[in-house]
């Protein structure tokens, strides 16, 4: 999803760094401990020289951030996109911190990213600096240590391949929990493809409760047409809802008369871009956002509503699919607007929670049926949620700042019972 030119200066990391400063005032946290918190506790960087299909070598940049890992091993994904930065991943490794601690998972937060454009690489490409960057990265990350999954342009096939890689390197013939989001035929779990969407789903089925929004009368919009927005559409659509407009990298669309989920996933995988739909009438990124709707999902990038355009959004709940869409500033707009966000570390942890019993049923090797693995997503992010709501009335602050607050409280906990060594 191309962001506007004013978006480009912010950078991801001091949002996740103002948001907890705003968290820790309120809990009178000391400054080691916020000191703790505002740093991931390991960085790598490294160089993947990569043979491409015309014999000549590309050196791409790759990162892993693990933030923290008081409660759990580190866990989070790996993004392709040619607009990654170290800051970045830094901010998502924190924000996966939180995102487990809210699900209250077993895990700390990390995430990887490389500078690289995926669509215009071939998949010898692809392949090959995927199982360099896994070798380069393959002594910081293991079952128990870092376990990555896929995040922004990556699925499936990258994570095969990264099993493989390490599984290979470490002389097992599979390790297959060391990463999740894998196809099925290698120790998947039933229901992972589909988790951000779903569990996100969840939490707007409750916040629709909690404002009295009937699902049936709702209208949605979705900013970006990957796995988490188009899942997350697809399941809205399936409780009653109308999804009136959409966007991916290319363009975006509307008809207020509804679009059919199905078809425009199935014209996506068919053209490769939802714009040329049929019936539906092209708008650009700025009209989307601000188009009135009873729910918007953002399900792009960082950075899309901010102190440009959220008094302009004219909708009664987001629920933030895509990690960071929202800054600092534009939440409390949205919150003196009464707009009910369902925060990114909240409505999107569907994926890490499916992660989680992907990973717990390749260390039994047993595994469960669909409906087992959607009944307990459902369980946990129902939970999630009023934890996060009650915070939000308890303390009279915003959903994010709720949701803030409740990590800390979890992540700091288990470093003081843990204690510092040495
Ligand atoms: N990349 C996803 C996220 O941001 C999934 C992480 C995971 O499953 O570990 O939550």
Redesign the pocket.
Known sequence: MSSSNFNEKINPYEVALQQLQEASKILNLDNGMFEILSKPKRILTVSIPTRMDDGSIKVFTGFRSQHNDARGPH???IRYHPDVTLDEVKA?SMW?TW?CAIANIPYGGGKGGIICNPKQMSENELERMTRRFAYLISDIIGPYRD?????VYTGGKEMAWIMDTYSTLKGNYVQPEVI??KPIAIGGSLGRNEA?GRGLAYTVREAAKKRGIDMKQATVVVQGFGNAGQFSSKLVEEQGAKIIAASDSQGAIINTNGISMDALMKFKKETGSIVGFGNAKSITNDELLETECTILIPAALENQITNHNADKIKTQIIAEAA?GPTTPEADEILYKKDILVIPDVLA??G??TV?YFEWLQNLRRDYWTEEEVNNRLDINITKSFYDVYDTHTKYNVHMRKAATLLAVQRVVEAINIRGLWP
Do not use: E, F, R, Y
């Open positions: 866990k989070g994904g998502l996966m995102k376990i990555p999954a896929p995040d999740t989001g951000t990690n999107n942890g994926g890490v992660s």
